[in-house]
């Protein structure tokens, strides 16, 4: 089993930036698929983004490309994400995953290993 912490979640004014980090324990990190998903107040959970085992393929929900970018260094068992030009819809508890295999297809289609427990991140106006 992966066990996941995540840190970096807090408050930010409209426009500005935060990096998340997401750092595993417990089996070989760096043979899964890692992403990011979101729940807003009152709303279903939802994806974010997506990294392949080795950092080589990506992919991201519609409305944060071009703003969010998911890396992972698998040295520091950690993946990233770093979110610019924030607005007050990407106000979430961010959650870390980690895939059932090592393809960015097992966190697109929800297949889920390991999840964290959540980040706070709020965007204000």
């Known amino acids: 089993q992966i066990q996941l912490v995540e840190s970096g979640g807090e408050l930010v004014q409209v426009g500005g930036s935060l990096r998340l980090s997401c750092a595993a324990s417990g089996r070989s990190f760096s043979l899964y698929a890692a992403g990011w998903f979101r729940q807003a107040p009152g709303k279903e959970r939802e994806f974010v983004a997506a990294i392949n085992y080795n950092g080589a393929n990506t992919a991201y929900t519609d409305s944060v490309k071009g703003r969010f970018i998911i890396s992972r260094d698998n040295g520091r068992d950690t993946v990233y994400l770093q979110m610019t030009s924030l607005r007050p819809e990407d106000t979430a508890v961010y959650y870390c995953?980690?895939?059932?295999?090592?393809?960015?297809?097992?966190?697109?289609?929800?297949?889920?290993?390991?999840w964290g427990q959540g980040t706070q991140v709020t965007v204000s106006s």
């Open positions: 995953a980690a895939g059932l295999n090592r393809f960015v297809s097992s966190i697109t289609a929800n297949r889920i290993n390991s």
